[in-house]
């Protein structure tokens, strides 16, 4: 990958971090402009913090998953060691929007106790502003934000979007389909349960031959579905993440996980790079369908066809979907920047093959260097919104 675009900082191309390990942190990231002394909070997953000093942004270390008190010690015992480190005292406070999150509760409180100001900042429209600020870019670009989790203006769910947007603001241009995922965080330690609401929302049968329907017994599946049907803790994802899950479980791989994305993980590590066929996602103004996607690959699955051929075919179909989604969005704005962040660009094999179909179309295309493309980089994207904003 050494051929892909780099940033103006001191990294060599090919780095691609997962961590900002010992040797990266506390490295501080130069901004495209000059920035008040801030602090953001970063995600709940895969958390950082970051603080900025001129226009530098320091990155914290990886504090982890902040799900419990002794993560949240560590989190404020870091914030205070990098603000006396780096002589910050911060004027405002940047936050995820999820009310729930470990890291914007401190941020809330911290900030009535302190009398300071708060950015409440879209978790990936944080994303597309990381690797953007990373890069030194200040034009309007389109961003391509694939995750997981993150909470969405409407409520929902979303890890499925197409971003028109600069550090001022920003356009949800389009997303992926809508479904639901039965119990929330139940759902992503059970792929299975979200394969079957995947179907259930496209109007298709649970068919016996599969794995997911397998998974469920029969007085199971009626409580699923009663679920389902009366919409029982069902939020409403645009997750690629989830989607991930769902068709890795369809596919056969795996049905439980014992971390989150362990299903996609190994679906990407089955991909046959000789396989040149793809299924056809449905690409129309402002959405993104899977209709056509899933029942290509239910069919093969029952047929036998072995899962490294579907695994191919998905991912070259996913690749080729976002290529022509940027291609409309391009054709609507004239954008030709394409900014790629999230964690499902953690995915060689879709990182590797939409890369290459953009830049066949022309499209300069920045992915991340200097922080992860994952939640651990979400931070410096929340503190070059809040910072241009505080400026304007």
Known sequence: MTNDQSSSNHRPSSVYPIRRSRGYSPFPVKLPFQVPPLLATGSELKNTFCITNGNYAFLSHHIGDMENYETLQSFEQGVEHFERLFRVKPVAIAHDMHPNYLATRYALERAERENLPTFNIQHHYAHVAACMAEHGLTEPVIGVSFDGTGYGDDGAIWGGEFLVADYKSYQRAAHL????????????????????????????????????????????????????????????????????????????????????????????????????????FGVESGQVGVRGVVEALVKDTVAGVPIQKISARFHNGLAESVREMVKRISGETSLRTVVLSGGVWQNLTLLRRTLSLLRKDGFEVYIHREVPTNDGGLSLGQAAIAAYRLRG
Do not use: H
């Not at 994802?237 to 994305?261: C, I, P, W």
């Open 177 to 280: 389909e809508y479904f639901p995922l039965p119990g929330g965080d139940a759902a992503i330690k059970k792929p299975a349960r979200t394969a079957l609401a995947l179907l259930w929302s496209l109007g298709m049968d649970w068919d016996d031959a599969l794995e997911s329907v397998k998974e469920f017994c029969a007085e199971d599946q009626v409580t699923l579905r009663v679920q389902l049907e009366k919409k029982i803790n069902t939020p409403m994802t645009s997750s690629m993440g989830r989607l991930f899950d769902a068709v890795s479980a369809l596919a056969g791989v795996r049905q439980k996980v014992n971390y989150e994305g362990q299903a996609a993980i190994e679906f990407e590590a089955m991909a046959d790079s000789a396989e040149a066929g793809q299924y056809v």
